[in-house]
């Protein structure tokens, strides 16, 4: 055995904003080291130096450009939590219409990285496309394509908008019909299903020890979410399931991804027709009282913990921050053992990683 040290990344175009370094003997890699630290912003103690309110800008870019709602929520949520304050009904369902449209525009994103991972290019301008139309909803509620800073503490800034409601149903009908397509062009690609069945195989077992969270953890045939398992907001009043896999391989990840679509549409249907009329903010002031709270919350790619350590000042003692990228990362090593170096790339992308949020 020759075994020789590789260094893969950092790349855009392959890595992201992260370097592997592989033992690897032939092409066959015996061991992966993640390399990470290269997207490193400091956001937990940028917290400590601004208010709770000039926080929320930051937070959100925690987890970039994919799922600032999703991010967010989980940071408003500990506030409240704190503060012991209680946002208006409409406010809540406003919320989850963001986190859901944010979740399809991040699983959308996450199948166009992987298209491009197995060489079928033709489904990244599909999903890349058909994500612009969830952008469109998510501009038109917020007034921002990426980054929103659209709920604040007590509630949401701005209410829907005319027409919103019609033209949201409209999409998401079209959507719907649209992941017929993505089943045909991929999931049913026999070539797709070459480079992704049986490769990167995570056991439910190994899954639950290593503390796998989101669509991965679901993909190995647990049944674990956040919104399900302790409803916040308003997700106990709606009517969806939880899409698991059978085989835990990286063909099951991205199909549980599709499934959360379909099932995203299903809430965000529900929560456009039941939502009801009020105030979308409610006052909060800008000193948090003493106290200490630990929420989650389900975010695209997985559970987002928000601790907050209050000393009754405008700004936090302490923030600790545990994204869903920064639990799944330890998959891939545990993956990357004894594989085809033609293999990393789809077990990488297949886990849906997003550096910024490992580093924060």
């Known amino acids: 055995m020759s075994v020789m040290k590789l260094s893969m990344g950092p790349q855009h175009p392959i890595t992201g904003h992260f370097r592997f370094i592989l033992d690897v003997d032939g092409d066959l890699v015996l061991k992966l080291e993640p390399d990470i630290g290269y997207t490193h912003r400091g956001i937990e103690k940028l917290?400590?130096?601004r208010t709770y309110l000039q926080n929320l800008p930051v937070i959100e870019r925690v987890n970039s450009y994919c799922d600032s709602a999703g991010t967010m929520l989980g940071y408003l949520e500990v506030i409240e939590e704190v503060m012991g304050l209680e946002v208006p009904e409409r406010a809540k369902y406003l919320r989850v219409i963001a986190a859901e449209?944010?979740?399809i525009a991040s699983h959308l994103y996450a199948a166009s990285l992987f298209s491009v991972a197995t060489?079928?290019?033709?489904?990244?301008?599909?999903?890349?496309?058909d994500r612009e139309l969830i952008l469109d909803l998510l501009e038109k509620l917020t007034g921002q394509r990426i980054t929103y800073t659209y709920q604040t503490i007590g509630g949401v800034r701005f209410d829907m908008p005319d027409g919103f409601k019609e033209e949201a149903l409209k999409r998401l009908d079209y959507l719907e019909k649209r992941t017929e397509d993505y089943y045909k062009m991929l999931l049913w690609n026999h070539t797709f299903q070459i480079r992704t069945k049986k490769v990167g195989i995570l056991k439910p077992s190994d899954a639950i020890k290593l503390g796998i969270v989101g669509p991965n953890l679901r993909a190995s045939g647990v049944k674990a979410d956040v919104r399900k398992d302790e409803p916040y907001e308003v997700y106990d009043r709606f009517d969806f399931s939880i899409p698991t896999g059978k085989n835990g391989d990286s063909y099951d990840r991205l199909e549980v991804?599709?499934?959360e679509v379909e099932q995203s549409i299903q809430i965000l249907r529900q929560a456009i027709k039941d939502i009801p009329k009020g105030p979308?903010?409610?006052w909060a002031p800008p000193i948090v009282p003493k106290g200490e709270a630990y929420t989650r919350v389900e975010a695209a790619r997985g559970e987002f913990g928000y601790y907050l350590v209050s000393d009754g000042t405008m700004k936090p003692y302490r923030l600790k921050i545990t994204p869903p990228?920064?639990?799944n990362l330890i998959a891939l090593p545990h993956l990357c053992r004894n594989v085809p170096l033609g293999d990393i790339p789809i077990i990488y992308i297949s886990l849906d990683l997003i550096p910024m949020d490992v580093d924060r």
């Open 47 to 49: 917290a400590e130096k």
């Open 101 to 103: 449209l944010n979740r």
């Open 119 to 129: 060489g079928l290019e033709t489904m990244l301008m599909w999903t890349i496309n």
């Open 257 to 259: 991804r599709f499934k």
């Open 280 to 282: 979308i903010k409610r």
């Open 325 to 327: 990228s920064f639990r």
